[in-house]
């Protein structure tokens, strides 16, 4: 009892039993793949499945009910099967010719000639440079590249491999060997593969399973990366990239890598990928050498037929031009080997270009998810502070939507797409992706609005003054300093302008700014502006009279704020504090190191009394520095008391100084132009003096102190030394006496 | 073989599985299957077409049929193999014997 199924077969229905069924699905499919590189595969395939069809059809008209096994395998006997094909072909053309029979006898003769080893020749079908390793290789009965990849390793070590490897290709016979090991060869595996099939094909040369050759490969690099991303996040190391390239890949297997891919040659052709997993190529070898015969047949039948005709022609005469041939043939096969090693170096080198950008285009890649995961980390930093920035449920909702979308789901779908590729999992549906890359459009658009109505709410500004009455300094010098605060600075994980700590219920901001400007009249005024953002005029104003911003004088000492701090329930909008120092002409101060390092903004405008504050704010910077006096001038502020800035650098700067105080009305320009030509001819002359002197007087101390070193020493062995004679003389004194009184 | 077949189909009008029979009948066996990638080959070289006729059993079938490329080259075949007959023969006359089992079809 059997199953009957019908099939729409060639456009026909067929009821055939289900086994019948099978057997010539397996034989179709096995035409398919025996005809795989065919160039009209589809339409022989479509040829003999007509035919089949017309067959089934002959065989239901006859009365059978249905097709059943005997009839498809009859079927199949007559139509023949793929193995067939060779055999029917080398009887065809057996039974047509003589000559072709007898050099293909010939052939194979010669081939089995070769199949006992025992002898060690260069391989001539199977090389590279001369076929010395394709030769070994076939010796030894191994996979040629490992060969290869041995004198690779030799030569690169002492480059021993090198001479070996010339000295055999002189010594070593060459001869075309023909290739029937069973054995498995190591080749790259191009439908399986993360960069360039290499791991997958050791896995399939060794039996393991993929990921494991994947993860000894990907491991060390992986885990270099991750630990210099720890070591940037948590200590700040500078040199990140550099870091992680030559920390981690600099003893890795990623140099190793490279050369495998340049040396394992990639299975392309359907045998190459049986042998590569070890299976049987009996198929496969047939058919190509069928598709061989059949393609070149009629060259061949041509060639044959010119050469049997030469042959007659001048048999018994000489074989003159069968030399020449012979030799054309070899110079011709010369240039083609010498082609072929050159394409190979071309080769080589297109690969080594293909690794190194594929080596830079995943160190981008791996660049942007760790930047994905920083702004993630730098997400959740910020999250602490989220009841300072938002406003209503809206905004909290979008804030986590945004976190949780927008940058966790490429994370993890990075993450996810790294597992499958190394554990060679094939995604079957495209659903996961679709998903991935919706929630994350969704995240998105959540940061698009979550960013716009955070922007709405710092709208608006407002600027608030407040004048703090301050006593004027005794010595006309008013010194600046910002006292150190109780509140202890927040760990430094992420850093975000102005914000210098917080607690649970309260922001303490350091959007300080100071501000040096020339008093209108000849005292002393401090003033400080504070500004802020909010969603609308009245907001912004409310903030600004939340700040509460304190500076204290004592005599001199004027001492500011470091900041100030937003209680719970106000938010952030950005808000800062510009403390603005009017200095009387002829007036001194000091602004103390202190300043510069703990309030946040720090900018000096000498300029005349500029009140808008949106012109250059940074302009004399870099000409500033803290604990130096400046004293206001007409011009603006000036310096005084250079030597402390120059330490003990050099007397000549005590010039310019007095130079300074004395011609403080001249322009800036000139005395600037002055100081730093003065300064550099010092600079200039105390390298020349330093050089000379130092070392005469180096010189000098050595020679000295040798001679007080040795010239004692000298002296007291010398004397040592008399001393010690003359005890000798009075020692051998009384035994002369005693011999002289023997005697 | 591909002289063989194309021989045959200089004569007419051919459907393979009578080119089959054909051959059978001159002591040539081959298997369908072989005979489909032949003909495909050498209709996608320009030397054959074909044409659909309708058949009462089954699918419709492809008649081939010879074109004048086809014709060319065969004559070229022919005149190749003929040279190469000539030349066993030359070769083989002194000694007569050994030639009949070398060619045994000659079409």
């Known amino acids: ?743 | 073989m591909e002289f063989c077949i194309l021989s045959i189909i200089r004569q007419g009008e051919v459907y393979p599985s009578d080119l089959v029979e054909r051959m059978k009948s001159a002591n040539l066996h081959i298997l369908e299957g072989t005979l489909y990638p032949l003909l495909t080959r050498l209709k996608n070289a320009g030397l054959l077409t074909y044409r659909w006729v309708e058949s009462n059993s089954g699918p419709p079938r492809k008649y081939f049929v010879m074109t004048d490329k086809g014709l060319e080259f065969y004559s070229e075949l022919e005149r190749t193999w003929q040279e190469l007959a000539d030349a066993v023969h030359a070769l083989t006359r002194p000694a007569s014997d050994n030639s009949s089992d070398e060619n045994p079809t000659q079409p």
């Open chain 1, 1 to 743: 009892m059997k199953k009957v199924i019908n099939i729409n077969f060639q456009g026909r229905v067929i009821p055939i039993e289900e086994s019948a069924y099978d057997i010539l699905k397996q034989y179709v499919e096995s035409l398919r793949r025996f005809f795989a590189n065919e160039e009209g595969r589809d339409e022989i395939i479509n040829d003999i499945e007509g035919r089949i069809a017309e067959l089934f059809g002959e065989s239901l008209k006859k009365g059978s009910t249905c097709i059943t096994d005997e009839d498809v395998n009859h079927i199949i006997a007559s139509m023949g099967r793929p193995e067939d094909f060779e055999d029917e072909e080398g009887k065809v053309q057996s039974q047509l010719g003589g000559e072709e029979k007898q050099s293909r006898t010939s052939y194979q003769y010669e081939s089995a000639n070769d199949a006992p080893r025992g002898r060690l020749y260069r391989d001539d079908n199977d090389k590279i440079l001369g076929g010395v390793c394709g030769g070994l290789a076939s010796y030894l009965r191994i996979d040629p590249t490992i060969v290869r990849l041995v004198f690779a390793l030799i030569s690169f070590a002492a480059g021993g491999g090198i001479l070996l490897y010339i000295l055999l290709w002189i010594i070593l016979p060459s001869k075309p060997l023909s290739n029937t090991s069973t054995t498995k060869r190591l080749y790259r595996n191009p439908d399986e593969k993360v960069v360039a099939g290499v791991a997958s094909g050791i896995a399939s040369y060794f039996d393991i399973a993929i990921w494991v050759p994947r993860l000894i490969f990907a491991l060390p690099l992986v885990t270099g990366i991750l630990t210099s991303i720890v070591r940037k996040t948590f200590w700040f190391d500078d040199d990140f990239f550099p870091g992680f390239v030559f920390g981690s890949f600099g003893g890795t297997l990623f140099v190793v890598y490279v050369v495998l891919w340049a040396v394992i040659p990639e299975a392309k052709s359907a045998s190459e990928k049986l042998e590569m997993r070890g299976e049987k190529v009996d198929l496969n070898t047939i058919k190509n050498t069928i598709q061989e015969d059949l393609e070149g047949f009629k060259s061949r039948a041509e060639k044959w037929g010119g050469e049997f005709k030469d042959k007659a022609q001048q048999f018994g005469h000489e074989f003159g031009q069968t030399v020449n041939q012979k030799t054309q043939q070899f110079s011709k096969e010369a240039g083609y080997v010498a082609h072929s090693g050159g394409n190979r170096l071309l080769r080589a080198i297109g690969i080594m270009f293909k690794a190194f950008f594929l080596f830079i285009a995943g160190v981008i890649a791996f660049a942007l998810l760790v930047a994905l995961l920083a702004l993630m980390a730098a997400g959740i930093g910020v999250f602490p502070l989220k009841n300072f920035f938002l406003e209503g449920f809206w905004q909290n909702f979008l804030a986590w939507s945004t976190l949780l979308l927008f940058l966790g789901v490429p994370v993890i779908a990075f993450i996810t797409w790294v597992i499958r590729r190394i554990m060679g999992v094939r995604s079957g549906n495209k659903y996961i992706g679709f998903t991935f890359a919706g929630l994350w459009v969704m995240g998105l658009i959540s940061a698009g609005i979550l960013a716009a109505s955070i922007a709405q709410n710092f709208d608006a500004r407002a600027r608030d003054k407040q004048d703090y009455s301050i006593v004027q300094p005794s010595h006309g010098k008013l010194i600046v300093k910002v006292p150190e605060s109780k509140v202890k600075v927040y760990g430094r994980f992420f850093k975000m302008d102005g914000i210098l700590s917080m607690t649970d219920d309260s922001l303490f901001l350091n959007n300080v700014r100071l501000h040096l400007v020339k008093s209108t009249d000849s005292t002393f005024h401090v003033n400080a502006y504070k500004y802020s953002h909010g969603s609308d005029e009245s907001n912004a104003v409310n903030n600004v009279k939340e700040i509460n911003y304190g500076i204290n004088q004592d005599d001199s000492v004027l001492l500011l704020d470091r900041g100030f701090s937003l209680q719970r329930g106000t938010k952030f909008r950005n808000q800062s504090v510009t403390v603005t120092i009017q200095v009387p002409v002829g007036k001194r101060i000091v602004i103390t190191g202190s300043v510069n390092r703990r309030l946040n903004y720090f900018h000096i405008n000498s300029r005349n009394g500029d009140w808008d504050f949106d012109d250059d704010w940074n302009n004399n910077w870099e000409n500033w520095s803290s604990d130096v006096e400046y004293v206001m001038t007409a011009g603006g502020l000036e310096r005084v008391k250079k030597e402390q800035v120059n330490e003990d650098e050099n007397s000549d700067g005590s010039n310019t100084e007095k130079d300074a105080i004395e011609k403080y009305k001249k322009s800036k320009e000139e005395l600037k132009k002055e100081y730093d030509k003065k300064q550099k001819e010092a600079e200039d002359l105390k390298k020349e003096l330093e050089k000379p002197v130092d070392t005469t007087r180096y010189h000098y101390q050595k020679s000295v102190s040798y001679i007080e070193n040795t010239d004692p020493a000298k002296f007291q062995g010398n004397g040592r030394k008399s001393n010690n004679e003359e005890l000798d003389l009075s020692s051998e004194g009384p035994a002369t006496l005693m011999i002289m009184q023997m005697i």
